[in-house]
């Protein structure tokens, strides 16, 4: 694959992917005065949200989306938007606009709804993070799980998805809406998810439909 970039260390790769998003930030927020961005959760890509967060820009200006999240309140230590708060929106970043993929955190069905309102300013994100699991999933989209089917190609901006490992319940961005973002990366760690990557054209995995709009994989053995 032609746009694998490879680090000798995580935090060579983070310092790169780090500058480069921020350049693409500060080039939306010149141009259109906002700029968007959806970052993965998990705990990859935490210390490039710490250095992206240490970068000046004038943040106040940049809306800060979840790619997914797992349908848990805010305190919870599975939560995107925690790890998200706690890691890029320190710093430099702290006036960043987060928007919550988690409103309702009683009643999923309702949840849905006013998180597609919440994160309607994400129909064309600036810069997109996404993660893989060593499934092959990425966002919250799982294999053998419809709602995750449904949602790689749906056209609505979020979908309820179900995950294989508690907490099962999951609200994720959908497929068209993760394929629009202008600027697209993925970042993995260890040499077998290197593995799964050259697997998943073969075995149908749910990242495969979305890698070729990849602008760059960030790539480093040492996870």
Same mark, same amino acid.
């Given at each position: 694959?032609?746009?694998?970039?490879?680090?000798?260390?995580?935090?060579?790769?983070?310092?790169?992917?780090?500058?480069?998003?921020?350049?693409?930030?500060?080039?939306?927020?010149?141009?259109?005065?906002?700029?968007?961005?959806?970052?993965?959760?998990?705990?990859?890509?935490?210390?490039?949200?710490?250095?992206?967060?240490?970068?000046?820009?004038?943040?106040?200006?940049?809306?800060?989306? #979840?790619?997914?999240?797992?349908?848990?309140?805010? +305190?919870?230590?599975? =939560? @995107?938007?925690? &790890?998200?708060?706690? !890691?890029?929106?320190?710093?430099?970043?702290?006036?960043?606009?987060?928007?919550?993929?988690?409103?309702?955190?009683?009643?999923?069905?309702?949840?849905?709804?006013?998180?597609?309102?919440?994160?309607?300013?994400?129909?064309?994100?600036?810069?997109?993070?996404?993660?893989?699991?060593?499934?092959?999933?990425?966002?919250? #989209?799982?294999?053998?799980?419809?709602?995750?089917? +449904?949602?790689?190609? =749906? @056209?609505?901006? &979020?979908?309820?998805? !179900?995950?294989?490992?508690?907490?099962?319940?999951?609200?994720?961005?959908?497929?068209?809406?993760?394929?629009?973002?202008?600027?697209?990366?993925?970042?993995?760690?260890?040499?077998?998810?290197?593995?799964?990557?050259?697997?998943?054209?073969?075995?149908?995995?749910?990242?495969?439909?979305?890698?070729?709009?990849?602008?760059?994989?960030?790539?480093?053995?040492?996870?």
């Amino acid at each position: 694959m032609e746009r694998i970039i490879s680090f000798e260390s995580k935090a060579l790769l983070e310092v790169e992917l780090a500058s480069k998003i921020a350049d693409i930030l500060q080039i939306a927020i010149t141009e259109k005065g906002t700029a968007t961005i959806l970052l993965s959760g998990g705990s990859t890509p935490k210390n490039l949200y710490q250095k992206l967060g240490e970068i000046d820009l004038d943040w106040s200006k940049v809306h800060v989306g #979840l790619v997914d999240e797992r349908f848990v309140p805010q +305190d919870s230590p599975f =939560s @995107n938007e925690t &790890l998200i708060r706690e !890691n890029l929106m320190q710093n430099k970043a702290t006036a960043a606009k987060m928007h919550p993929m988690v409103i309702h955190s009683t009643d999923y069905v309702e949840n849905l709804k006013l998180a597609t309102e919440e994160n309607s300013v994400f129909e064309n994100p600036d810069v997109i993070v996404l993660g893989m699991g060593d499934d092959g999933h990425t966002a919250s #989209l799982f294999p053998n799980d419809p709602c995750s089917e +449904d949602a790689t190609h =749906s @056209n609505t901006l &979020l979908a309820n998805t !179900n995950a294989p490992n508690a907490p099962t319940q999951r609200i994720t961005f959908c497929g068209p809406i993760l394929k629009k973002g202008i600027h697209n990366f993925l970042m993995i760690t260890g040499a077998r998810k290197l593995e799964v990557l050259s697997e998943s054209i073969e075995r149908n995995y749910p990242i495969h439909p979305f890698i070729p709009f990849l602008e760059g994989i960030y790539y480093t053995e040492n996870s």
